[in-house]
Antibody
Framework: QVQLQESGPGLVKPSQTLSLTCTVS??????????WSWIRQPAGKGLEWIGR???????NYNPSLKSRVTISVDTSKNQFSLKLSSVTAADTAVYYC????????????WGQGTLVTVSS | QSALTQPASVSGSPGQSITISCTGT?????????VSWYQQHPGKAPKLMIY???NRPSGVSNRFSGSKSGNTASLTISGLQAEDEADYYC??????????FGGGTKLTVL
């Protein structure tokens, strides 16, 4: 059974960089059948796709966040990571990592989510 | 990439059927048979309920079904149960290879 677990600081100051890591267990992040995505959800609001990475390191980003987002992968640790720069209060949300089936945008496994608050 | 359009809320009584719509464009919902639906209970992560328009993952009740016509996809839940009360989100593959979700629909079981 594939499991994903987000980790990282729960509090980030405005203008700083939010950094999160997703650790994958029960399956290899190097599988060619999947992308690995980040998705966020502000309190009381809907889901927003942030971006995805393939095992090769190729990425796709949400155009509205592209200038501030970097997603990377560490296959040796079976992890992928999110960096979001110049954060504001609007970036306060629960951040999820998810497995994304290549060619379909079907998110079949999700982490439990981690709340990141942007505040001084 | 604009969000897909879903009704904000739907409701139904136990045993009834409800349908949630998800409207996009020919660049997403209408252009590909890759629409998925997610159920989210409060404080929990979303759960995949339907993929590739009408397929159910193992373990998902056959009371959940999906379909698509043109640029609109639909999720139907038959034999409503109290446990079905949750938020539901649609998602679609897009021509730009970006991910996109609907705004979400709150299902209330009366």
């Amino acid at each position: 059974q594939v499991q994903l677990q987000e980790s990282g600081p729960g509090l980030v100051k405005p203008s700083q960089t939010l950094s999160l890591t997703c650790t994958v267990s029960g399956g290899s992040i190097s599988s060619g059948s999947y992308y690995w995505s980040w998705i966020r959800q502000p309190a009381g609001k809907g889901l927003e796709w942030i971006g995805r990475i393939y095992t090769s390191g190729s990425t796709n980003y949400n155009p509205s966040l592209k200038s501030r987002v970097t997603i990377s992968v560490d296959t040796s640790k079976n992890q992928f990571s999110l960096k979001l720069s110049s954060v504001t209060a609007a970036d306060t949300a629960v951040y999820y990592c998810a497995r994304d089936v290549v060619g379909s945008s079907n998110f079949d496994y999700w982490g439990q989510g981690t709340l990141v608050t942007v505040s001084s | 990439q604009s969000a897909l359009t879903q009704p904000a809320s739907v409701s139904g009584s136990p045993g009834q059927s409800i349908t949630i719509s998800c409207t996009g464009t020919s660049s997403d919902v209408g252009g590909y048979n890759y629409v998925s639906w997610y159920q989210q209970h409060p404080g929990k992560a979303p759960k995949l309920m339907i993929y590739d328009v009408s397929n159910r993952p193992s373990g998902v009740s056959n009371r959940f079904s999906g379909s698509k016509s043109g640029n609109t996809a639909s999720l139907t839940i038959s034999g409503l149960q109290a446990e079905d009360e949750a938020d539901y989100y649609c998602s679609s593959y897009t021509s730009s290879s970006s991910g996109v979700f609907g705004g979400g629909t709150k299902l209330t079981v009366l």
